[in-house]
């Protein structure tokens, strides 16, 4: 079964940084291929899990929360067709592209009608694959913006720029991806668990202290030179970006 991506560029008109802090499921068995997919993602700041088995997949899309799943056709238990019906059934909304060498339109068609988002047929760009799936967040608005902001900081996610008071913040490329995933979910206390998942890879077995410290980096940065402070600590859970203030000069 093919599974080489036909090239690996990903830049050009792809604006990498829209996707910081998010987290997808890639169900493959073609090692080769998986590795690949997960290599690319991660260039794009996406956290990723791995499965190669259909009924592993369809337990793990259904024990967490992700932003995309991407899904080959031909699996070892279950095949995608399947997958995608049993994820539907029971409710999972989770955008889903379709990867496999298939190309006939009878076997998109049936994908489609299975529940699935996107189809994208090996051998691809991973350019393509980009551009498909930025289209399907933008689509289920996960990326409806280019720009958000919480008072006087704003992130730029075209640009990869954030400010507050209209002045830049120099930030590392983690500690944009943790303002992303923050003010992408204003008001919403983050657990250090889903910080660690969503910025590391990180599982709950492993030191959390490593959220705490570059957290503790990007308030200095984000709250330390101004009087109202944004991102707060929730003892014993995790934090959360919101004006408690509820207004701004």
């Known amino acids: 079964m093919p599974g ?3 090239h690996y560029s990903l ?4 604006k990498i940084w829209y996707f910081a802090g998010m987290y997808f499921l890639i169900i493959e068995d073609e090692e080769k291929t998986a590795s690949q ?29 992700y932003d995309l799943i991407i899904l080959d056709l031909m699996l070892p238990g279950i ?3 399947e997958v995608v019906k049993r994820l539907r059934g029971a409710g999972c909304a989770t ?7 298939r190309d006939t339109v009878q076997d998109r068609v049936s ?32 990326l409806n913006q280019d720009e958000l902001r919480v008072c006087d900081l704003e992130v730029n996610f075209f640009a990869h720029r954030a400010s507050r008071a209209g002045k830049r913040l120099e930030l590392t490329q983690k500690e944009f991806a943790l303002l992303a995933l923050l003010i992408r979910r204003p008001g919403e206390v983050l657990s250090r668990t889903l910080i660690a998942e969503r910025i590391w890879n990180l599982g709950f077995d492993n030191n959390m202290k ?7 980096n990007l308030r200095a940065k984000v709250d330390g030179p101004y009087q109202k402070k944004l991102i707060h600590t929730v003892r014993g859970v995790g934090y959360v970006l919101e004006d408690r203030e509820a207004a701004c000069d």
Do not use: W
């Not at 990723?48 to 899309?61: C, H, P, T, Y």
């Not at 490593?210 to 503790?216: A, E, H, L, R």
């Open 79 to 81: 095949d995608g067709l």
């Open 95 to 101: 955008p889903i592209i379709i990867l496999t060498a």
């Open 4 to 6: 080489l991506l036909c």
């Open 210 to 216: 490593i959220v705490d410290v570059k957290m503790g």
């Open 37 to 65: 997919l997960q290599k690319g993602l991660a260039e794009m700041s996406i956290m990723s899990d791995l499965s190669g088995n259909g009924l592993e997949g369809v337990s793990l899309a259904a024990g967490k929360c």
């Open 111 to 142: 994908g489609l009608k299975a529940g699935a988002d996107d189809y994208l047929v090996k051998p691809f760009a991973f350019s393509e694959l980009a551009a498909r799936t930025q289209a399907l967040l933008r689509r289920g608005q996960v």
């Open 11 to 14: 830049y050009g008109l792809i």
